[in-house]
């Protein structure tokens, strides 16, 4: 009257299926049917200890995700929810409460987190959504509810790297003109040395009993 599914000894979490037949037995031949039973196979709950009380804050939630990602981004809403004293490990999403104006949003198979996927139209801009997270223990789970801002950016878009630029050289040829030789300069007559003088001494300008006095050059004014 019923089938019984064992999930796997291996963790699994997901969907699977298996194709039965049903009959009616009477007469020659029994009549027959085949269907197909889909089988979701979900993380187990962690059930927290009786209590009668166990505050629980919901904190508010900012993400940044890419436009591009058809797959959806997985968003870690309980990473800042308070559970005192049990702890987050008690936690789980309950519900979307209030989808998003864009794009969609579901909880995850082990209801520890939410998928978000942006629209296939490009879309750039900021959307949110509000989801429930509950402890379950007792005779009702305690919930509470917060809300999610999801910034929906453009995608990055990376740059060829361009390939380095090899200058090649070849040598030169400079020519440089000839340099003017630097005039001479006048040779500078000091007192020790000698000079002689071939005059006519009839010419009555320097007498042949005459000399040059010392620290005195030809020419000199006296």
């Known amino acids: ?53 166990a505050p629980i804050v919901a904190m508010d939630d900012t993400f940044s995700v890419q436009s591009t990602p058809s797959s959806g981004t997985i968003l870690n809403v309980l990473a800042n929810d308070i559970a005192d004293p049990l702890g987050q490990q008690y936690l789980i999403v309950t519900e979307i409460t209030v989808p998003p104006a864009v794009g969609d949003c579901v909880i995850t198979d082990d209801k520890r987190a939410v998928v978000y996927t942006p629209p296939s139209d490009p879309f750039i801009g900021q959307t949110w959504f509000e989801y429930e997270v509950c402890i379950c223990g007792g005779v009702e789970a305690i919930c509470d509810r917060a809300s999610a801002t999801v910034w929906v950016e453009a995608p990055l878009i990376e740059s060829p790297i361009p390939e380095l630029i090899k200058e090649t050289g070849s040598n030169d040829s400079i020519t440089v003109p000839p340099q003017p030789t630097p005039p001479s300069r006048p040779s500078t007559i000091v007192s020790n040395d000698s000079i002689v003088l071939l005059l006519d001494e009839s010419a009555g300008e320097i007498a042949s009993n005459d000399s040059l006095p010392a620290n005195r050059r030809l020419g000199s004014p006296k």
């Open 1 to 53: 009257r019923a089938v019984v599914y064992t999930p796997p000894s291996d963790p699994f979490i997901g969907q699977t299926w298996c194709e039965y037949e049903v009959c009616i037995g009477g007469g020659v031949e029994a009549t027959c049917d085949r269907a197909s039973a889909t089988v979701w196979v979900e993380a187990p709950l962690v059930e927290a200890p009786l209590i009668e009380e």
